[in-house]
């Protein structure tokens, strides 16, 4: 029967190794996240480059070596949308916001090494979809009802140790548990006598070692950096590869780029990231980037749009960063859903603040 079939088929897509940014992406291996911090969601989720601070344990850690003693704690709301598009009309637009995003992170120096320790959240699980199932493709008769709802995420909790190896360069290597935990609900509401309403639980879970380790050199003008991130069961490996570059005689901004891969030397998934900072006072700078990748669906690009600020009052470092992300797809989570191609964004706003104990 047609729910059956589209119950399989749910399966299938559940359980498949699939890697991307948005709402559709989490129910396969959860939407990775990138973003900790104000500063890594306003330059478009870097991963190599941008800024030096303590959450850059869970991107390059070599960032973090001859950092001063430092707390830092963010928290974001990302706000998912779906839009099944047919005939260039919006035919269902699914939404959903979720706030249970959060960053501590710890920085300290120690002879000639720095130490580190943090927990955030990397990747999200959350979905909740519904569709309308009708007797074909073609037919205005309504059969049943499908409503797929999933909630999970993965957390990371790291270690991180780096160190100045010579002059402005250095190295660093985190490491711990990356967790990932899912529950899923389907239901089928049937409308047809002799076709019985249907419902299946289920979830995911693994609790898997998984480390990152980066190169950094933070030169006075330029800056440059490399990181990987491993691979776990729900999460590709990520290898970023960036430079900065900084032009005193345009107002003192700074200019950056990142070239991101998602799965190399197998998939080889490109995202490119271009960055500006300005500073607008002596304490208080404000940031933009853009973001593209290569995945094409109906000539459209992926694309996200970030801005943010970053202030300083004595001790305490304070910003926020906005990003909304962006891309269009072919796939949806309902096998018997009828599109032409579907619009997949998210936007994403983090809030956090730094404390420096110690110069």
Known sequence: ????????????????????????????????????????????????????EAA??????????????????????????????????????RTQIINSNGMAAIVYPLGGITIGAGVTKVGEFGYDGMTSIFEHPSSYVLIGLEVLQAQGSQIEAMGSISTMISGDFSAGISGGIRRAQADYQYFY?????????????????????????????????????????????????????????FAEHIQNVTVGFEAEVTSPFNKNQFMGKLFLRM??????????????????????????????????????????GLLNRFRARRNTAFPNEESDRIDDSYTIFNFGVSYLIGD
């Open 189 to 245: 509401d049937s409308y047809q006598v002799l076709v019985p309403d249907s419902s299946l639980l289920w979830s995911q879970y693994s609790k898997e070692f998984a480390w990152h380790a980066g190169l950094a050199l933070n030169g006075q003008i330029f800056k440059s950096g490399l990181s990987y991130a491993s691979e776990t069961e729900h999460m590709k490996d990520i290898i970023a590869l960036g430079g900065s570059a």
């Open 279 to 320: 500073p607008l006072k002596d304490s208080m700078e404000a940031m933009v980037s853009v973001s593209f990748d290569d995945n094409r669906v109906a000539n459209r690009a992926g694309l996200g749009f970030g801005m943010g600020f970053s202030g300083r009052l004595g001790n305490f470092s304070i910003g926020g």
């Open 56 to 93: 850059s344990i869970f991107t390059n850690p070599a960032q973090t070596a001859n950092y001063p003693f430092t707390i830092q704690l963010s928290g974001s709301s990302i706000s998912w949308t779906e839009r099944v598009i047919e005939n260039d009309i919006d035919k269902t637009i």
């Open 1 to 52: 029967m047609k729910y059956l079939n589209g119950l399989f088929l749910i399966l299938v897509i559940a359980s498949s190794p699939v890697f991307g940014y948005g709402y559709h992406d989490s129910i396969t291996n959860g939407t990775v996240l990138g973003g900790f911090s104000p500063y890594t969601v306003a330059l478009g989720t870097v991963r190599a480059v941008g800024v030096r």
